[in-house]
Protein backbone atom coordinates (compact mmCIF):
# COMPACT_ATOMS: atom_id res chain seq x y z
CA UNK A 1 0.00 0.00 0.00
CA UNK A 2 2.72 2.94 -1.13
CA UNK A 3 0.62 6.33 -0.21
CA UNK A 4 4.18 7.81 0.55
CA UNK A 5 5.34 7.40 -3.24
CA UNK A 6 2.20 9.04 -4.33
CA UNK A 7 3.62 12.00 -3.55
CA UNK A 8 6.25 12.49 -5.85
CA UNK A 9 5.38 10.61 -8.50
CA UNK A 10 4.93 13.98 -11.06
CA UNK A 11 7.62 16.08 -9.18
CA UNK A 12 10.41 15.28 -11.70
CA UNK A 13 7.97 15.67 -14.75
CA UNK A 14 6.73 18.96 -13.54
CA UNK A 15 10.15 20.73 -14.34
CA UNK A 16 10.89 18.98 -18.07
CA UNK A 17 11.31 20.49 -21.13
CA UNK A 18 8.54 20.00 -23.85
CA UNK A 19 9.02 19.84 -27.58
CA UNK A 20 8.74 16.36 -28.82
CA UNK A 21 7.19 15.52 -32.26
CA UNK A 22 4.69 13.26 -30.44
CA UNK A 23 3.38 14.61 -27.36
CA UNK A 24 0.90 13.22 -24.31
CA UNK A 25 -2.57 13.53 -24.79
CA UNK A 26 -5.27 13.25 -22.17
CA UNK A 27 -6.66 10.58 -24.12
CA UNK A 28 -4.24 8.39 -24.25
CA UNK A 29 -3.77 9.07 -20.64
CA UNK A 30 -7.19 7.88 -20.16
CA UNK A 31 -6.42 4.66 -22.02
CA UNK A 32 -3.50 3.33 -20.33
CA UNK A 33 -5.01 4.16 -17.05
CA UNK A 34 -7.89 1.89 -18.33
CA UNK A 35 -5.78 -0.93 -19.30
CA UNK A 36 -3.58 -0.22 -16.15
CA UNK A 37 -6.91 -0.70 -14.51
CA UNK A 38 -8.30 -3.63 -15.92
CA UNK A 39 -4.89 -4.96 -15.62
CA UNK A 40 -4.98 -4.99 -11.77
CA UNK A 41 -8.82 -6.22 -11.80
CA UNK A 42 -7.47 -9.51 -13.90
CA UNK A 43 -4.78 -9.70 -11.74
CA UNK A 44 -6.90 -9.39 -8.39
CA UNK A 45 -9.06 -11.73 -9.57
CA UNK A 46 -5.95 -14.67 -10.17
CA UNK A 47 -4.84 -13.55 -6.75
CA UNK A 48 -8.32 -14.38 -4.83
CA UNK A 49 -8.31 -17.92 -7.50
CA UNK A 50 -4.77 -18.48 -6.07
CA UNK A 51 -5.33 -17.51 -2.29
CA UNK A 52 -8.47 -19.58 -1.10
CA UNK A 53 -6.83 -23.16 -2.41
CA UNK A 54 -3.40 -22.11 -0.54
CA UNK A 55 -5.28 -20.93 2.92
CA UNK A 56 -7.60 -23.63 2.58
CA UNK A 57 -5.29 -26.15 2.19
CA UNK A 58 -2.76 -25.25 5.32
CA UNK A 59 -0.12 -23.50 2.66
CA UNK A 60 -0.60 -20.56 4.98
CA UNK A 61 3.08 -19.94 5.10
CA UNK A 62 3.36 -19.39 1.13
CA UNK A 63 0.46 -17.79 0.99
CA UNK A 64 2.08 -15.12 3.79
CA UNK A 65 5.35 -15.26 1.74
CA UNK A 66 3.08 -13.75 -1.43
CA UNK A 67 1.42 -10.85 0.99
CA UNK A 68 4.97 -9.73 2.07
CA UNK A 69 7.62 -10.76 -1.20
CA UNK A 70 5.09 -8.80 -3.54
CA UNK A 71 3.78 -5.50 -1.58
CA UNK A 72 8.36 -5.48 -1.63
CA UNK A 73 8.43 -5.95 -5.49
CA UNK A 74 5.89 -3.19 -5.70
CA UNK A 75 7.51 -0.13 -3.58
CA UNK A 76 10.86 -0.72 -5.24
CA UNK A 77 9.44 -0.92 -8.68
CA UNK A 78 7.01 2.71 -7.52
CA UNK A 79 9.80 4.24 -5.91
CA UNK A 80 11.94 3.28 -9.13
CA UNK A 81 9.36 4.81 -11.58
CA UNK A 82 8.99 8.20 -9.66
CA UNK A 83 12.90 8.92 -9.73
CA UNK A 84 12.79 7.71 -13.28
CA UNK A 85 9.39 8.80 -14.88
CA UNK A 86 10.39 6.73 -18.52
CA UNK A 87 10.51 3.60 -16.84
CA UNK A 88 6.86 3.62 -16.19
CA UNK A 89 6.51 2.77 -19.57
CA UNK A 90 7.93 -0.81 -18.89
CA UNK A 91 7.09 -1.39 -15.55
CA UNK A 92 3.70 0.26 -14.93
CA UNK A 93 1.81 -3.16 -16.17
CA UNK A 94 3.90 -5.22 -14.33
CA UNK A 95 3.71 -3.11 -11.49
CA UNK A 96 -0.47 -3.17 -11.92
CA UNK A 97 -0.42 -6.67 -12.23
CA UNK A 98 1.66 -7.74 -8.77
CA UNK A 99 -0.59 -4.97 -6.92
CA UNK A 100 -3.53 -6.98 -7.99
CA UNK A 101 -2.18 -10.18 -7.08
CA UNK A 102 -1.31 -8.82 -3.87
CA UNK A 103 -5.55 -7.46 -3.96
CA UNK A 104 -6.18 -10.66 -4.56
CA UNK A 105 -4.52 -12.36 -1.88
CA UNK A 106 -5.52 -10.08 0.92
CA UNK A 107 -9.56 -10.16 -0.52
CA UNK A 108 -8.72 -14.11 -0.84
CA UNK A 109 -8.47 -14.06 3.25
CA UNK A 110 -11.22 -12.02 4.01
CA UNK A 111 -13.16 -14.52 1.75
CA UNK A 112 -12.09 -16.95 4.37
CA UNK A 113 -11.82 -15.02 7.71
CA UNK A 114 -15.50 -13.81 7.10
CA UNK A 115 -17.24 -16.07 4.90
CA UNK A 116 -20.61 -14.91 3.39
CA UNK A 117 -19.95 -11.55 4.87
CA UNK A 118 -16.10 -11.67 2.82
CA UNK A 119 -17.87 -11.53 -0.14
CA UNK A 120 -20.37 -8.27 0.98
CA UNK A 121 -16.76 -6.70 2.04
CA UNK A 122 -14.83 -7.30 -0.95
CA UNK A 123 -17.57 -6.51 -3.05
CA UNK A 124 -18.40 -2.76 -1.53
CA UNK A 125 -14.67 -2.12 -1.58
CA UNK A 126 -14.63 -2.73 -5.20
CA UNK A 127 -17.96 -0.61 -5.56
CA UNK A 128 -17.33 2.38 -3.47
CA UNK A 129 -13.45 2.65 -4.66
CA UNK A 130 -15.10 2.55 -8.29
CA UNK A 131 -17.97 5.68 -7.18
CA UNK A 132 -15.17 7.42 -5.62
CA UNK A 133 -12.84 6.95 -8.50
CA UNK A 134 -15.41 7.91 -11.51
CA UNK A 135 -16.89 10.97 -9.00
CA UNK A 136 -13.67 12.34 -8.60
CA UNK A 137 -13.27 12.44 -12.46
CA UNK A 138 -17.02 14.38 -12.75
CA UNK A 139 -15.65 16.74 -10.18
CA UNK A 140 -12.45 17.55 -11.99
CA UNK A 141 -13.48 17.54 -15.08
CA UNK A 142 -16.06 19.47 -14.76
CA UNK A 143 -14.32 22.24 -13.12
CA UNK A 144 -16.52 21.73 -9.45
CA UNK A 145 -13.13 20.86 -7.98
CA UNK A 146 -10.25 22.86 -8.41
CA UNK A 147 -6.71 21.54 -7.59
CA UNK A 148 -4.51 24.70 -6.02
CA UNK A 149 -1.19 25.09 -4.57
CA UNK A 150 -2.51 25.10 -1.25
CA UNK A 151 -4.46 22.60 -1.63
CA UNK A 152 -1.16 20.66 -2.81
CA UNK A 153 0.73 22.12 0.33
CA UNK A 154 -2.26 20.98 2.89
CA UNK A 155 -2.54 17.35 1.44
CA UNK A 156 0.87 16.67 1.38
CA UNK A 157 1.34 17.71 5.18
CA UNK A 158 -1.48 15.74 6.26
CA UNK A 159 -0.18 12.27 4.50
CA UNK A 160 3.42 12.76 5.80
CA UNK A 161 2.10 13.38 9.32
CA UNK A 162 -0.61 10.21 8.82
CA UNK A 163 2.72 7.95 7.53
CA UNK A 164 4.52 9.45 11.06
CA UNK A 165 2.01 8.45 12.77
CA UNK A 166 1.67 5.12 11.51
CA UNK A 167 4.95 4.23 11.66
CA UNK A 168 5.56 5.49 15.38
CA UNK A 169 2.13 3.74 16.22
CA UNK A 170 3.44 0.56 14.86
CA UNK A 171 6.54 0.70 16.74
CA UNK A 172 5.02 1.21 20.51
CA UNK A 173 2.95 -1.64 19.34
CA UNK A 174 5.89 -3.74 18.38
CA UNK A 175 8.15 -2.82 21.22
CA UNK A 176 4.51 -3.19 23.46
CA UNK A 177 4.52 -6.30 22.53
CA UNK A 178 8.27 -7.74 22.25
CA UNK A 179 8.78 -6.51 25.74
CA UNK A 180 5.08 -7.87 26.99
CA UNK A 181 2.95 -4.56 28.02
CA UNK A 182 0.88 -5.40 25.00
CA UNK A 183 -0.38 -8.93 24.75
CA UNK A 184 -2.57 -10.92 22.22
CA UNK A 185 -6.01 -9.90 24.21
CA UNK A 186 -5.10 -6.33 23.68
CA UNK A 187 -4.64 -6.29 20.36
CA UNK A 188 -7.97 -8.15 20.19
CA UNK A 189 -9.83 -5.86 22.13
CA UNK A 190 -8.43 -2.99 20.45
CA UNK A 191 -11.05 -4.24 17.42
CA UNK A 192 -14.18 -4.25 19.72
CA UNK A 193 -16.94 -2.09 18.71
CA UNK A 194 -17.17 0.60 20.95
CA UNK A 195 -13.56 0.84 22.73
CA UNK A 196 -12.25 4.03 22.66
CA UNK A 197 -9.23 3.04 20.32
CA UNK A 198 -11.42 1.15 17.97
CA UNK A 199 -13.16 4.82 17.21
CA UNK A 200 -10.14 6.36 16.91
CA UNK A 201 -8.99 4.06 14.44
CA UNK A 202 -12.54 4.34 12.76
CA UNK A 203 -12.07 7.74 12.73
CA UNK A 204 -8.38 7.94 11.54
CA UNK A 205 -9.78 5.42 8.93
CA UNK A 206 -12.25 7.36 7.35
CA UNK A 207 -10.13 10.29 6.92
CA UNK A 208 -7.36 8.17 5.14
CA UNK A 209 -10.15 7.27 2.86
CA UNK A 210 -11.02 10.74 2.53
CA UNK A 211 -7.23 11.99 2.16
CA UNK A 212 -6.89 8.89 -0.66
CA UNK A 213 -9.96 10.50 -2.23
CA UNK A 214 -8.18 13.95 -2.37
CA UNK A 215 -5.41 12.62 -3.95
CA UNK A 216 -7.35 11.02 -6.91
CA UNK A 217 -8.31 14.45 -7.81
CA UNK A 218 -4.39 15.64 -7.73
CA UNK A 219 -3.90 12.68 -9.76
CA UNK A 220 -5.91 13.82 -12.56
CA UNK A 221 -4.34 17.18 -12.07
CA UNK A 222 -0.97 15.72 -12.17
CA UNK A 223 -1.79 14.04 -15.51
CA UNK A 224 -3.57 17.23 -16.83
CA UNK A 225 -0.22 19.36 -16.00
CA UNK A 226 1.74 16.56 -18.23
CA UNK A 227 -0.39 16.92 -21.21
CA UNK A 228 -0.29 20.93 -21.00
CA UNK A 229 3.53 20.54 -20.76
CA UNK A 230 3.85 19.02 -23.99
CA UNK A 231 5.53 16.47 -22.71
CA UNK A 232 6.55 13.19 -24.70
CA UNK A 233 3.85 10.49 -25.51
CA UNK A 234 5.61 7.82 -23.10
CA UNK A 235 4.97 10.03 -20.05
CA UNK A 236 1.20 9.14 -20.71
CA UNK A 237 2.57 5.95 -18.84
CA UNK A 238 4.05 8.20 -16.22
CA UNK A 239 0.62 9.85 -15.84
CA UNK A 240 -1.58 6.41 -15.81
CA UNK A 241 0.80 5.14 -13.33
CA UNK A 242 0.45 8.02 -10.83
CA UNK A 243 -3.62 7.31 -11.09
CA UNK A 244 -3.78 4.02 -10.67
CA UNK A 245 -1.50 3.98 -7.67
CA UNK A 246 -3.13 6.42 -5.99
CA UNK A 247 -6.36 4.49 -7.17
CA UNK A 248 -5.11 1.39 -5.21
CA UNK A 249 -3.79 3.54 -2.49
CA UNK A 250 -7.98 4.37 -2.52
CA UNK A 251 -9.18 1.08 -2.47
CA UNK A 252 -6.56 -0.27 0.47
CA UNK A 253 -7.87 2.26 2.50
CA UNK A 254 -12.00 1.61 1.91
CA UNK A 255 -11.10 -2.10 2.29
CA UNK A 256 -9.05 -1.63 5.67
CA UNK A 257 -12.64 0.60 6.99
CA UNK A 258 -14.73 -2.17 6.13
CA UNK A 259 -12.94 -4.79 7.28
CA UNK A 260 -12.75 -2.85 10.56
CA UNK A 261 -16.23 -2.10 10.23
CA UNK A 262 -17.42 -5.74 9.98
CA UNK A 263 -15.14 -6.96 12.47
CA UNK A 264 -16.20 -4.66 15.23
CA UNK A 265 -19.62 -6.13 14.53
CA UNK A 266 -18.58 -9.73 14.56
CA UNK A 267 -17.50 -9.70 17.94
CA UNK A 268 -20.23 -7.79 19.62
Do not use: H
Request: hydrophobic residues 55%; aromatic residues 14%.
Amino acid sequence: MNGLGSNGVFRRAADLYSGYSETATIGGVAKKTLLLIITTVISAIVGILIALPLVATSYLGFYLGICVVVPLATFVMSMFMTFSPKSSKILSIPYSALEGLSIGCICGLALIYFAETGFLIVGLAFVITLGMFLGGVILYCTGTFKVTNGLRKVMYAILLGSVIASALSSLVALIGYLFGFFDAAFFASIYEAGSPIYLIMTFVSLLMIFVAGIYIVISLDNATKIVEAGLDKEYEWYAAFGIILNLIWLFYQVLRFLIMLFGGSRRD
